[in-house]
């Protein structure tokens, strides 16, 4: 994992983008994000599916909320979470920006092997 001095000297990286891109790199953390996108939850809720004790899931969650994918507050007893959208958009356009740069040496390495095959 890259620190914070190394991403300052990466172009395009960013901390808010490391720490989601970490929090979208566990399958039990796709897992609470693909069922919150139906709508909140009750942390007990999202916790049911897995086998783990209740402090390691909030780990997961606390993971989630720091990379801004996930919200919580409490009402009543519960907690409830919810989908956190604003910080996935952000990794969306720069994963698009990404995109268009390896396109764009794609292109331009096919139209040096063509160039080649000419000759």
Do not use: I
Request: aromatic fraction near 6%; charged fraction near 30%; proline fraction near 4%.
């Amino acid at each position: 994992m890259f620190s914070e001095a190394t991403l300052s000297q990466v172009p395009n990286q960013s901390v808010e983008l490391r720490d989601v891109f970490h929090a979208l790199s566990d399958s039990t953390r796709l897992a609470v994000l693909e069922r919150l996108s139906r709508g909140p939850a009750a942390v007990s809720e999202l916790a049911a599916p897995f086998d783990m004790a209740l402090p390691s899931f909030m780990q997961h969650l606390r993971v989630l909320e720091r990379g801004g994918l996930v919200s919580s507050r409490k009402v009543g007893r519960t907690r409830m979470c919810e989908l956190a959208p604003k910080r996935l958009k952000q990794a969306e356009r720069w994963l698009g920006r990404q995109r268009q740069v390896w396109e764009r040496r794609l292109d331009q390495l096919d139209e040096y092997l063509l160039s080649e095959k000419g000759e």
